[in-house]
């Protein structure tokens, strides 16, 4: 039938595997998930600079290798795709047992929180820049606004971090609403200058309005969440092991990065997400389809930001002190750069883009000065070779269900026709 064949060239079908080509993939995402947690792991652990080096060495090694051999890199990309749900779960509870592997060492679990809290705030300009393609470098002005409600409420009005959290993601997204009304009439490279204007003016206005900020001083003794009976600043006490009080806040920093990349996901596949699609390809075009350009900006600008401020509130408990040199312009580049050096639009992208710009400064701490000069050359050389990012953003391609397929062949032919299994894919 011309019909079947015109739509088997459209929409990819996918064959049943049998129960030994699955338990192949998922043997092959266990072994690769593993691998580089293990991998991870070891490198936070290395005290030994010529030790830390060589691995590093290795790693590069391994990655040219495994860009020159097509066919294991496509049999692993295809193990992954059939079997997301598995790699989820490994990753959850990789994460979960990361503190566990770690728990003599409270200082490596710190910096897993911090740099589970960028994540958060890095997803947050994902939607911003990722999704609705709007260039933001003010993006510190939503962690800091998340940071200082939170820390004020509390401190002034015994409010529980819970609500607090949820105070700190709306004064942020108040501040991106407001930002979005004047940005909206410049785009591209001029969107970015009229975003960096405002975070540099809120940055001043925080270390003169003394009577909301405390200035320069900054705000103290911010007190740290808690659940029932138990406070984050004791210890976890798991029956069986005992860990770091550190890992309180680790665990709610990862659970709410979850939460953020849970929503970024359902954002991308919902008809707002393509509608931002839509609007960062062509903006006169997406206007002429119907979008209303102008109300998505706003929306995009108010979600990226909800999320900076929930970061922010995040980090003010957990730290205890918060002060306008925390949320410098310099910080908004770093989460700027985090989404660009991921993959702006890839959620696993920016996560690991995160994670790289938190802990790979902290390991190399010992070439004090010189680690900023490697550390830019680094970046020069990945802009030059592979301007996308390290996980480049993968269009959706989105197909009809197979039973509607069916249904239009048989209305086609006016009389029965061949069910075709069809899956839609992304």
Request: glycine residues 10%; aromatic residues 10%; hydrophobic residues 55%.
């Amino acid at each position: 039938m011309p019909e079947s064949d015109f739509v088997a060239g459209q929409i990819s079908t996918r064959l049943g595997n049998g129960p030994g080509a699955r338990l192949r993939d998922i043997t092959i995402v266990g072994a690769v998930t593993v691998a580089l947690s293990a991998g991870f792991v070891v490198a936070m652990q290395i005290e030994r600079l010529p030790v830390l080096l060589s691995f590093v060495v290795t790693l590069l090694i391994l990655g040219v290798l495994y860009g020159r051999v097509p066919q294991f890199r496509s049999q692993i990309a295809k193990a992954f795709e059939a079997n997301q749900g598995v790699a989820i779960i490994l990753l959850i509870l990789v994460l979960a047992s990361l503190p566990l592997v770690l728990s003599s060492n409270p200082y490596l679990i710190q910096i897993a929180a911090l740099a589970a809290i960028y994540v958060i705030m890095a997803l947050g300009l994902n939607i911003t820049l990722g999704y609705a393609g709007l260039l933001d470098i003010g993006f510190a002005v939503y962690y800091g606004a998340g940071a200082y409600t939170s820390a004020q409420f509390a401190i002034h009005f015994g409010t529980s971090f819970w609500l607090g959290l949820l105070l700190g993601g709306l004064s942020a997204a108040f501040f991106g609403f407001l930002v979005a009304w004047p940005a909206l009439r410049v785009r591209d490279h001029y969107l970015g200058l009229v975003t960096l204007g405002y975070g540099l003016m809120m940055n001043l206005l925080a270390r003169n309005m003394y009577f909301l900020t405390n200035g320069t001083d900054g705000v103290i003794n911010i007190p740290p969440p808690i659940i029932g009976s138990h406070e984050f600043t004791q210890p976890l006490n798991l029956g069986w092991v005992i860990l770091p009080f550190q890992a309180n806040f680790y665990y709610l920093a990862v659970a709410l990065a979850l939460v953020a990349a849970f929503v970024n996901y359902r954002l991308r596949q919902s008809r707002l997400g393509r509608a931002w699609d839509a609007i960062r390809e062509d903006e006169i075009a997406a206007r002429c389809s119907g979008v209303n350009a102008t109300g998505l900006k706003i929306l995009a600008f108010t979600c990226g930001a909800f999320f900076g401020g929930v970061g922010g509130a995040t980090y003010a408990h957990m730290i205890g002190f918060i002060s306008p040199d925390s949320f410098t312009f310099n910080e908004s580049i770093t989460i700027l750069v985090m989404v660009v050096l991921g993959g702006a639009g890839n959620i696993l992208g920016v996560a690991i883009g995160a994670v790289l710009l938190v802990v790979l400064p902290e390991r190399f701490r010992e070439f004090d000065n010189l680690r900023l000069l490697l550390f830019g050359a680094a970046l020069v050389l990945l802009m030059i070779n592979r301007p996308q990012g390290l996980f480049p953003r993968q269009r959706i391609r989105r197909a009809l269900p197979a039973g509607i397929v069916a249904s239009l062949l048989v209305r086609a032919q006016n009389g029965p026709a061949e069910t075709v299994a069809i899956e839609s894919r992304d």
